[in-house]
């Protein structure tokens, strides 16, 4: 999705995406159009998934498994 006029965006160490405001000098981990978080770029362990394994996610928004 499309960013604001004044909007851009940084990636943390970790892959975490966050976004930055230049016209108000400031940062959210909150896309500024929908409002929600981005989720890419990094891993979460899930209670789901069999034991040792781990779901990630690519830039792009793919999913994926590791183990």
Known sequence: MLLPR????????GGRVF???EEAKSTTW???VTGEAVV????R???DL???????YTFEGAR???K
């Not at 890419?40 to 891993?43: A, D, F, I, L």
């Not at 069999?50 to 990630?56: D, F, I, K, M």
């Open 30 to 32: 909150l896309h500024p």
């Open 6 to 13: 004044s909007w851009t965006y940084g990636i943390t160490r």
């Open 19 to 21: 976004f930055i405001n």
């Open 50 to 56: 069999p034991t040792g394994w781990e779901e990630a």
């Open 64 to 66: 994926y498994y590791i």
């Open 45 to 47: 362990q899930s209670t």
């Open 40 to 43: 890419t770029g990094h891993r």
